[in-house]
């Protein structure tokens, strides 16, 4: 059962996270315009606040999971160095001369 929930990708690559940032303000944005309108015309701010939440809820569905729309570009990483001997491989902190400061 463990190796199901490994199968499920977790990651949003840099444009998806700027798409669902956007979607998420976006749907914010007119569920509280919507809410203040209704709310407003029939003088009941329990409304408002209902809508809000719902536009939340709506928005935490399209944007909280990692979404295939959201990994449409992956990075492209650099292949890993080679490991090489610890001798070889100094501090540079170690290879400078120490200053004094007066």
Same mark, same amino acid.
């Given at each position: 059962?463990?190796?199901?929930?490994?199968?499920?990708? @977790?990651? *949003?690559?840099?444009?998806?996270? %700027?798409?669902?940032?956007?979607?998420?303000? +976006?749907?914010?944005?007119?569920?509280?315009?919507? +809410? !203040?309108? =209704?709310? !407003?015309?029939?003088?009941? !701010?329990?409304?408002?606040?209902?809508? *809000?939440?719902?536009? !939340? @809820?709506?928005?935490?569905?399209?944007?909280?999971?990692?979404?295939? *729309? =959201?990994?449409?570009? /992956?990075?492209?990483?650099? /292949?890993?160095? /080679?490991?090489?001997? +610890?001798? @070889?491989?100094? %501090?540079?902190?170690?290879?400078?001369?120490?200053?004094?400061?007066?």
């Amino acid at each position: 059962m463990l190796s199901a929930f490994k199968s499920i990708p @977790t990651h *949003m690559d840099y444009k998806g996270q %700027k798409l669902a940032e956007q979607i998420f303000q +976006g749907v914010i944005l007119v569920s509280a315009v919507i +809410g !203040f309108i =209704y709310g !407003f015309t029939i003088q009941q !701010f329990g409304w408002t606040v209902y809508i *809000m939440l719902a536009g !939340f @809820t709506i928005s935490c569905l399209l944007t909280l999971p990692p979404w295939p *729309m =959201y990994r449409k570009n /992956p990075l492209n990483w650099q /292949p890993a160095l /080679p490991e090489t001997s +610890g001798e @070889t491989r100094d %501090k540079p902190q170690e290879n400078q001369k120490k200053k004094k400061h007066k």
